[in-house]
């Protein structure tokens, strides 16, 4: 159990329900709680930290003042989960080596890397290959290994899918999603093949376009980096992972003698193969701290009536970055305002919502998940061992960075065509005056970046309101405005000590996003609706095996 500063926790919650905050104000009582969890008194929040201590606490004294009971195993608040927590020290070596010479890299301009490995020190001493997109899709008849040996060597990734930049006419046109990005377009999934593939190191080439973020996010995380502690037989090949720069690249690349645009261009064909960068080998020698180190989920439900066993799950996520170098301003910490400390104020503004109404029929979980930032580890982790059977776990609605620039005309859906909650979604933003707007950037990849895909990959439809996933029309600006508030927040503020909570900020649109998901819930929990996957969607099948009798 983490060490809960009970004192703390209960003179913060005070503040909480001071009487300036008396009136039935959902966007004060909001504005309170992320002003509490992105103070410096919870050191931005890191796992396993006194910020995660401070943190923890406060939200189960914050759960039992809305009445809800703890939904952890063995009747308990928070849901154990164990982390590999690692951080890389100053490189003795970190180059590329090859017939014109040694090519040194330098940390956060040239390269990033990464361990997920349990080593005092990574070491590689390797060749290099280019795997292009480095896809194994048999179901869409795409190959990008060729059987090639791939052990012992580092692989270098593009990011995204194989036709992203695909003209019209090109052999990968059309093949996976166009500009929306299928699981195979994450660095999640390459760095996953780089390990069945046997590879030692995983690098892949940043470009804004492909990745959804710039260069400043992929730097965000200092060197450190988690996993779920794994058995020995399961640790990852993959010694150091991480990324090049473009510019990196193309040097790179033109040390051996080739051109990284026209690479690109023949990583765009099925019959490319994986191509050495002939005389190149990488070297690396990185001094590693790791430990182990256990964080936890904070889980609270209200128990439904008449089918408890049924959950209708919310979830937000309670780990920002921690500590960090000093902005322009000497802040130090990257407290997460807006990612995700606006989200856990959703969900708990949705519950005493809800448990301010009728007693729902099912079950009503609220999660706040620990590891998002380090790659939804808190809710893999929930859902490879779930407290609630993920067969009876009706939906999963995730709230993970709301827009703070006022009220809009619409809400923004992500993941176009997956499930009928997009119908609920639209019906009841219908309520509120507005309409649905698809995501304008797909090619992010936002389904596949957040808590709920824990749940999509195990069959149970989710829904994710992410307001960086397109501009909204505001009503005031309309979509300028929108893309304007998109652009100053992952441009500047993103994963950085900006990240704060702002006296500008304009919670009206936040909080239609947060009634819009509390009403899509609480029908579900008061109900007896299964939402369904759509025709086409890869998870259809994995709920269709395991549907519950209903």
Known sequence: MTRINLSLAAALLASVASPALAQDDAASRVTQTVRTLASDTFEGRAPGTAGEDRTVGYLIARFQGLGLEPAGPDGKWV????????????????????????????????????????????????????????????????????GADLKGKVAIFL????????????????????????????????????????????????????????????????????????????????????????????????????????????ARKPDFRPAPLKGVSFAADVPVRHEVLTSHNVLARIPGTTKPDEVVMYGAHWDAYGKGKPDAQGRIYRAGANDDALGIAGILEIARGIKAGPAPARSVVFAAWTAEERGLLGSEYYAANPIYPMEKTVANLTLDILQTAGLANDVVLVGKGQNTLEDDMARVAATQGRRVTPESLPERGLFYRADHFSFAKRGVPVMLL???????????????????????????????????????????????????????????????????WKTGSEFRAIREESTPAN
């Open 159 to 266: 990011v995204n899918d194989p036709d992203f930049e695909a003209k019209p006419g090109e052999p990968a046109a059309g093949k996976f999603g166009d500009r929306t990005m299928t699981y195979y377009g994450r660095w999640t999934y390459k760095f996953e093949e780089a390990a069945r593939q046997g590879a030692v190191g995983a690098l892949i080439v940043h470009d804004t376009a492909g990745a959804g973020y710039g260069w400043n996010v992929v730097t965000s995380p200092g060197g450190e980096n988690y996993d779920i502690v794994r058995k020995a037989e399961n640790v990852t090949s993959v010694r150091l992972q991480g990324w090049l720069s473009g510019d990196a690249a193309g040097r790179l690349f033109e040390s051996a003698g080739l051109d990284l645009n026209a690479m690109k261009a023949a």
């Open 466 to 532: 992410m307001s960086i996933a397109g501009a909204s029309d505001l009503k005031q600006g309309g979509t300028a405005a929108g893309q304007a508030w998109i652009d100053a927040y992952t441009g500047n503020c993103y994963h950085q000590a900006c990240d704060a909570w702002s006296p500008e900020w304009n919670l009206d649109g936040a909080i239609q996003d947060i009634a819009l998901a509390e009403q899509i819930g609480s029908e579900l929990a008061r109900g007896d609706k299964w939402p369904k």
């Open 79 to 146: 849901q154990p989960v164990p982390l590999l927590h690692t951080r890389l020290g100053t490189p003795a070596t970190l180059a590329f080596k090859g017939p014109k010479g040694t090519m040194p890299v330098e940390v956060a301009k040239d390269i990033y890397v990464s361990t997920i490995r349990p080593d005092d020190r990574s070491v590689i001493d390797a060749p290099v290959v280019f795997v292009g997109y480095g896809v194994d899709a048999p179901e869409r008849k795409w190959d990008d290994f060729k």
